[in-house]
């Protein structure tokens, strides 16, 4: 498979930044949970984040903490169960689901793309943003088993 430069990766990393931000706010939208609506919206940040991240590298700026490598749960919950319809006035797990599909797709696109880099710059960046995604996964899945799996009286 053909290596991309630095600038297509860029590129390509900053357009799915925004197709997240834009899947989070079109959402947020169609949900009337003021919970679901606040996570939303704290993943459409965490996207503008990402991408003001990409753009600033791009531009030469390198902030050195800004992607660390955190140990990451990951329940597996995406991987196993279907991702629903996105509709009008979506239930949480639903949505939590939705969110959990696009940041493990997002976690592979850019795995995927470190995968055809050798050690350096490029590749240590694209696992870093890896992480991020796989970050959010995390978060999304946590709140979708507990919404679906919700604690009991009896315990």
């Known amino acids: 498979m053909e290596t991309k430069t630095l600038d297509e990766i860029i590129t390509l990393a900053i357009k799915k930044e925004e197709e997240s931000f834009d ?3 079109r959402l947020h939208g169609m949900v009337e949970d003021k919970m679901v609506k606040d996570t939303l919206m704290f ?5 503008t984040k990402h991408k003001e991240f990409l753009v600033d590298y791009r531009n030469g700026k390198y902030p050195k903490d800004f992607l660390r490598m955190d140990k990451v749960i990951d329940y597996k919950i995406a991987q196993y169960v279907d991702t629903p319809e996105i509709k ?7 949505v939590y689901l939705v969110a959990a599909h696009r940041e ?3 976690y592979n696109l850019y795995m995927n ?3 055809e880099h050798p050690d350096g710059e490029i590749k240590e960046i694209l696992t ?5 995604e796989l970050k959010h996964k995390e978060k999304v899945e946590y709140l979708y088993s507990n ?4 604690q009991t009286q009896g315990g």
């Open 88 to 94: 009008k006035n979506m239930d949480s797990v639903d």
């Open 147 to 150: 919404s679906a799996f919700p």
């Open 128 to 132: 870093r943003m890896a992480n991020e």
């Open 104 to 106: 493990l797709n997002s």
């Open 43 to 47: 993943l459409a940040g965490q996207e």
């Open 23 to 25: 899947l989070y706010t």
């Open 113 to 115: 793309l470190a995968g």
